[in-house]
């Protein structure tokens, strides 16, 4: 059972649920910029209250949830260099929570991609979940090289408990058991990794993967295999043509977490389309 309806009606029913997984993932994604703002900080930091204008944020989620712009400098248009303006710290830069199209696209693209790969299965609720939560982790990783526990370590215990409510409806095609088994060793992994070259492998990475073993071994062993694969590809890829542009060494460290994520995201769509 595949989860995809066939025929003219459904196959309309079809389009339309592509289309809500589409608009969820744009308005999830207008909402990435703020909170990588604020979460993109050095370790040891406190996340930032205030934008690079010194306006504290505010509004629901005790400002966590809103535009990429504050509304105090989206009402005025301010516009100050880098670390300035009153309450703005050293690395602060208006540009990080200027409106952008790249991040809600990718989500939206993401959600929509699974959402046509899994059809009406039960698990796309969990995926629809998980995608903005790995992409904000992704812009995260980029800007300061930095995975924060306080979502790692949530959205392994969030897709665990998720999946195993996906696991009591009878329309899905997953394995629980073999969701759990996938967390266990792909954070196993990546956690032998991180002993043989702590520089180059992040503790972070490790613990994003235990919610990516569990998304991707939902689907069984092949695809947390060529999910896990994908994300090491990806990211040696982009290491070596680094090196071969000479903007970095071999032993400089990457961010990860992106290549990580983006192996998981083609995993889940094979998944989808194959199991």
């Known amino acids: 059972m595949t989860g995809r309806p066939r025929g003219s009606r459904v196959g309309r029913v079809y389009a339309t649920l592509i289309t809500a997984a589409a608009l969820w993932g744009l308005l999830a994604g207008l909402l990435v910029p703020r909170a990588a703002y604020r979460l993109s900080v050095e370790p040891g930091e406190p996340w930032r209250a205030a934008c690079a204008a010194g306006h504290p944020f505010a509004g629901p989620g005790r400002g966590w949830l809103g535009g990429a712009r504050c509304a ?41 991609a699974l959402a046509a790969a899994t059809g009406f299965r039960p698990e796309l609720a969990v995926w629809l979940l998980f995608t903005p939560v790995a992409v904000l982790l992704a812009v995260v990783d980029r800007r300061v090289h930095r995975l924060p526990d306080h979502l790692t370590l949530p959205l392994a215990a969030a897709v665990t408990v998720l999946l195993g409510a996906a696991a009591l409806v009878p329309a899905h095609t997953g394995s629980w058991s073999t969701a759990l088994l996938g967390g266990l060793l792909l954070g196993g992994f990546y956690f032998v990794l991180f002993l043989i070259n702590p520089d180059g492998m992040g503790f972070g990475d490790v613990k994003l993967a235990l919610s990516l073993g569990v998304v991707l071994g939902w689907y069984g062993w092949g695809i947390l295999f060529a999910g896990a694969f994908g994300g090491l590809l990806f990211g040696a890829v982009y290491g070596m043509s680094l090196v071969l542009a000479r903007r970095a060494s071999r032993k400089a460290a990457i961010p990860f977490g992106p290549f990580m994520v983006a192996g998981a995201l083609v995993g889940l769509l094979a998944g989808g389309l194959t199991v």
């Open 72 to 112: 105090a400098c989206a009402a005025c248009a301010v516009t100050v260099p880098a670390g300035a303006g009153s309450g703005g710290r050293t690395g602060d830069r208006t540009e990080d929570l200027a409106p952008s199209p790249g991040v809600p696209t990718v989500t939206a693209l993401s959600c929509a």
